[in-house]
């Protein structure tokens, strides 16, 4: 079992930044696939990273490519979602996910393919 935490979000003018912490109840993301969504009212739910460590891949909405960076602290079980050039239409609830037993695939990019889920944390971006 994995409890995952997210905070960060918040109310930002367009053009600004956020950093979105998801914090682990254990060590969780080193052999995972981790992703992080977000979901709009009345959207379905829209993967935006998916990352595996061991493997060294990481796969970007192009949504986001180019404004949203992944990272982590081993220490602190603790992965991290940097967004900057922040646009109106990034408003959502952001989810992180993680898989826990990933298989051959380089990243995976459905919400089924999730085996935990944090609460989210909404992110909304004034124009």
């Known amino acids: 079992q994995v409890q995952l935490v997210e905070s960060g979000g918040g109310l930002v003018t367009t053009g600004g930044s956020l950093r979105l912490s998801c914090a682990a109840s254990?060590?969780?993301?080193?052999?995972?696939?981790v992703g992080w969504f977000r979901q709009a009212p009345g959207k379905e739910r829209e993967l935006l990273v998916s990352?595996?460590?061991?493997?060294?891949?990481?796969y970007y909405a192009d949504s986001v490519k180019g404004r949203f960076t992944i990272s982590r602290d081993n220490a602190k079980n603790t992965v991290y979602l940097q967004m900057n050039s922040l646009k109106p239409e990034d408003t959502a609830v952001y989810y992180c996910?993680?898989?826990?037993?990933?298989?051959?695939?380089?990243?995976?990019?459905?919400?089924?393919?999730?085996?935990?889920w944090g609460q989210g944390t909404q992110v909304t971006v004034s124009s």
């Open positions: 996910a993680v898989r826990v037993r990933p298989g051959g695939s380089l990243y995976y990019t459905t919400a089924p393919e999730y085996d935990y």
């Open positions: 254990r060590r969780a993301f080193s052999n995972s696939a």
């Open positions: 990352f595996r460590w061991t493997v060294g891949v990481t």
